[in-house]
């Protein structure tokens, strides 16, 4: 009698959404669909709930089948949107914070697969080799097929100082390894390695790791201390930086541009249609600028990297961007402590270009190899672990450490902010 009643409550509850939503329907002007499609619609997706209560092979909450429902539903949109539960939504809060345990690393879903975007610098799963690209297809010998991100992030996360080992395929190859890390409690400093690079140039070097609400203020910090040091032209990294809050990135290009258009979002209604324009104020003097980029630099990273470029404030150096250029937005789900992460528009550089799945291309393309970029991760691992290269109490130049490692992307960009006709050539300026 339960599952009657509780079938026939979401018999009612159909029928009042789908009332609704053709009431909306109705009311807008560029209706296409005939609405007999809509009743046949939810007429079908009520018949397929009756068959599965009626005749699945166990009994199935009907709560737990619309959950699925959702989770199918948003899943079949894109990478990004999702449906929420309670339990999640928590979680996502503490996401936001930027201080959670766990591994430290971005996942999505890639066709089809669970697929790391970047890892974070300097946390677990970047310092034990996980890689950008690497396809994760099984969590603790558990398969990751048909995985949900939420899924995912539950079995990545744990209590600190518990192992989980990730097999994994890195990109380009068609072998499984196994990596097996320790979780830990993970602070995400947004600002790092802030430092003079080349002490005859007056080179300043600062990486941005995330976009968090901090990220500002850590910025105007790190570049006064360095301007206090004599720094005449600045390295600014965002490799492996998934992004993050996009008022911030907007907040970040203002700094480096005076005016002019930063990023436009478009959507299906004019409501998520917005233009961010620079503003003089607060701008950082117009000193030579290097951002460096890779295939982990995603989302407000790329706000910042593309308007930089279309701007020719700067150069960007290293590879091509990941192409994350849609806007999600949290809508909460009425009397149901859940909510919807729903992609609502797309965000253009000030060209007009639209980067999602395309990326931005640096205006100098440094390649490095697998054997470099593994290097780049013990030696990033290691110099924002103190937050400064040093040997013998010495400032190191060109990205070299201690172990001979050197820093492929960072050399080059040194070498151009060291002389002057490269820059000027792409940026219009002398550097």
Known sequence: MLMLRSYFNFIWIIIIVFSLGLRDLHAQEDQKSDPDTYYQNFEEFVNVVKEIQNKYVNEVELKELMKNAYKGMLAGLDPYSQFIDSENLQELKIETEGEFDGLGIEVIIKNGFLTVLTPIVDTPAFRAGVLIGDRIIKIDGKSTRNISIR?????????????????????????????????????????????????????????????????IADMDSAIQD?????????????????????????????????????????????????????????????????????????????????????????????TRTFGKGSVQSLIP?????????????????PSGAQIDESGIEPDIKVDLTKTELKGLHAHLSRSYATDILTENGNKVSGGENKTGFVDAQLARAIDILKGTSVYAQITGEEG
């Open 333 to 349: 789900i009425e009397d149901r402590n859940s909510a919807l992460k729903l992609t609502t528009a797309k965000y253009y550089t």
């Open 151 to 215: 899924e995912a992030i539950k079995l990545l996360r744990g209590e600190p100082n518990t192992k989980v080992t990730l097999t994994v395929i890195h990109e380009g190859e068609s072998e499984h390894v196994d990596i097996t890390i320790n979780r830990a409690k993970i602070h995400v400093r947004s600002v790092r390695g802030a430092r003079i690079v080349d002490e005859e140039g007056k080179i300043g070097y600062i990486a941005v790791t995330s976009f968090q609400e901090n990220t």
């Open 226 to 318: 360095l301007r206090k040091q004599g720094m005449g032209s600045l390295v600014l990294d965002l490799r492996f930086n998934p992004g993050g809050l996009l008022n911030i990135a907007r907040d970040m290009a203002d700094k480096f541009i005076k005016k002019g258009i930063i990023v436009t979002t478009k959507g299906r209604h004019k409501s998520q249609d917005h233009e961010y324009k620079a503003h003089r104020s607060g701008t950082y003097p117009k000193f030579p600028l290097i951002i460096l980029v890779n295939k982990g630099s995603a989302s407000a990273s790329e706000i910042v990297a593309g308007s930089i470029k279309d701007h020719k404030r700067g150069i960007l150096l290293g």
